[in-house]
């Protein structure tokens, strides 16, 4: 049994994890240290310039549209995808109505989120392809190919300054909605029958039951729900750099910070400035989960 | 997965209905709610489905008609010659075949590669076990965005950017984390008897992961390769980051080259052919889900059950 030990491990271990500290943590490790160079890519002496990176970035005003913009998305995004998501699942679930102080789901629902799951398996660079063609400020749009038939519009939703970023976020909901459905129903599903029906027999109305029984109980889902939304709220790098005007347009309303990191690093060769923002991003997205947890922690309740 | 138990509230109101002790007044109500919840739901379906349908429908126009035609009208004649264009004029076909390739070998490896060192950490005791496993859990906190500098520096120093090969480790490397945490998760949970039974047979190490307990953890496997297919098929910031310059775009997956056509489209743009090149990508991935809807649901809902 000891026998030949040691080497299985080491011969099962080597490959991944020689694969993933070249790709991966080394370039962890790197973009810490880049971050305090001017280095451009192509001069071989790097010079370290210590925190003059952060101090540029700081009074960069773009730097700091970005940021509003994650803070608009990081609101936004979790909270609609959230009360949507809850909606209809609880619709889904317990929607058919209670008979004999029983709840049951709607007829259908399988049907329903089967559909509304389909935009998860899209890739959100496709999706952006395709609302940037919905959106289309002309009548080949198809919300502006509506709006010529009753005679409105034409709405400028991705040239529109004010409107712009809102139009993003509409697709974020869009694509996310369907996810979190499943999610909350499966944490539903688990919620034994007898809970309802007992609250069901106390007299409680279908707003109590959700409340008082379903929310307090899917706190859990809820929370990771909150998380991985918060996570994509700092991303969006697909949908700007394809939907937006001038990539992160009209005048800046829409920039976020990948798409500044993507532009300073492979546009403007600035590579030690682009690392500057990753790391920035690094720790705005940490701060982000762990007070998310921290503020909204609770005793789990058992069944 | 907990999910296949949605149904079991709506299962079990069949056996209860003689039992129904509802008045007149609760079915007045339960009927309203329900027709409420219905509208609701058929709403937002339609929202999910008219964009899709939209483009489809879209595919088969000419350009006069996407631009003169109401957004739902049928196309004037059914012609794939806009399918045609975007297959072989805009590589399409190419890029689809790019993904494919890439895709099937990255995955096999990643769930090779992270499902041994799973393994290991999961079943074995040795010194810096603990060391191995927190590294490979701690890439979930970064961004890939922190990355995207350094890793296109390291495969240039490889030689490796724009190469299948650089692309692949790549898309192993990052898919590492998620498959090594869940996958040691999974591990821990097999019983023990079997192994020891193996070991006692005078199984190797080795064959006792391949022949006894991989099959032993079909299910785990299963649910994570569909979260690595679906994660790596749909990824664009890594291509677009390492797939780039001169020469470059023969080997774009499809993600980079629909969004490429769509960006660099233009005044004169064939519209219609866009629309057919997102038909192309789409439909697959309807076939797909329709025959594995409930392994595809509970694949990608995985990572946020455990």
């Known amino acids: 049994m000891k026998h030949g030990r040691y080497p299985f491990i080491i011969g099962f271990l080597i490959v991944p994890v020689a694969i993933y500290g070249t790709f991966v943590i080394a370039a962890y490790v790197q973009a810490f240290q880049l971050s305090f160079t001017n280095w451009r890519g192509f001069s071989p002496d790097v010079s370290y310039i210590g925190f003059d990176n952060f101090t540029k970035l700081f009074q960069d005003s773009t730097f700091w549209k970005a940021i509003q913009h994650h803070i608009l998305l990081l609101i936004f995004l979790p909270l609609l995808t959230i009360v949507l998501a809850l909606f209809f699942a609880f619709l889904l679930n317990v929607g058919g109505g209670s008979k004999g102080g029983r709840t049951r789901g709607v007829w259908g629902s399988k049907f329903y989120r089967v559909v509304f799951f389909f935009p998860q398996l899209l890739a959100l660079a496709l999706v952006a392809v395709i609302f940037s063609r919905v959106y289309s400020s002309d009548d080949s749009g198809l919300i502006n190919g509506l709006l010529n038939q009753v005679g409105a519009g034409p709405v400028l939703f991705l040239a529109d300054k004010n409107l712009a970023l809102w139009s993003i976020l509409a697709v974020l909901v869009w694509q996310a909605v369907g996810f979190y459905v499943v999610l909350f129903s499966a944490g539903m599903g688990s919620i034994p029958t007898e809970i309802y029906e007992a609250a069901a027999l106390d007299g409680a109305t279908r707003g109590t039951l959700f409340f008082k029984v379903t929310l307090p109980l899917l706190w859990n889902t809820l929370q990771v729900a909150w998380v991985y939304l918060g996570i994509a709220a700092f991303d969006a790098f697909a949908l700007v750099n394809v939907m937006s005007v001038d990539r992160g347009g009209p005048d800046g309303a829409t920039t976020v910070l990948g798409l500044e990191i993507y532009r300073n690093a492979f546009d403007y060769a600035q590579f030690g400035y682009a690392s500057a923002m990753g790391v920035v991003l690094f720790f705005l997205t940490i701060t982000f989960a762990a007070l998310t947890l921290r503020v909204t922690r609770r005793d789990a309740i058992e069944l | ?306």
Not at chain 2, 11 to 26: P, V
Not at chain 2, 131 to 151: D, E, K, N, R, T
Not at chain 2, 161 to 174: C, P
Request: overall charge positive.
């Open chain 2, 1 to 306: 997965m907990t999910y296949t138990k949605t149904d079991g509230p709506a299962a079990s109101y069949t056996g209860s209905r003689h039992a129904s002790t509802a008045t007149q007044r609760d079915k007045k109500e339960i009927k309203l709610f329900s027709g409420f919840a219905h509208i609701a739901l058929a709403v937002w379906g339609l929202l999910v489905i008219a964009p899709l349908i939209w483009v489809i429908l879209a595919s088969f126009k000419s350009n006069t008609e996407i631009f003169t035609q109401a957004p739902f009208s049928l196309p004037s004649k059914i012609s794939f010659e806009t399918y045609q264009t975007a297959w072989t004029e805009a590589h399409v076909g190419r890029y689809f075949l790019n993904s494919v390739f890439v895709v099937a070998i990255s995955t096999a490896g990643t769930m090779l590669f992270g499902s041994m060192a799973a393994y290991v950490l999961a079943r074995y005791k040795f010194v810096g076990n603990r060391f191995i496993y927190y590294l490979f859990v701690s890439g979930l906190a970064f961004p890939v965005f922190l990355a995207l500098v350094p890793l296109f520096l390291i495969l240039q120093n490889l030689g490796l950017l724009n190469t299948y090969t650089g692309l692949i480790l790549v898309y192993i490397a990052y898919s590492l984390p998620f498959t090594v945490f869940f996958m040691t998760a999974f591990f821990k949970t097999l019983p023990n008897q079997i192994a020891e039974a193996a070991i006692v047979d005078g199984a190797s190490h080795t064959r006792l992961f391949f022949q006894v307990m991989l099959p032993m953890a079909k299910s785990g496997l299963v649910s994570i390769t569909i979260f690595n297919i679906v994660g790596q098929w749909n990824q664009y910031l890594l291509p677009v980051a390492i797939m780039q310059g001169a020469g470059a775009q023969e080997k774009w997956v499809l993600t980079q080259g629909i969004a490429n056509i769509s960006v660099s489209a233009g005044y004169q743009a064939n519209w219609a052919a866009l629309f057919a090149a997102l038909t192309l990508s789409i439909l697959p991935m309807i076939i797909v889900y329709a025959f594995f809807q409930r392994q595809i649901q509970s694949g990608l809902t995985a990572g946020a059950t455990k």
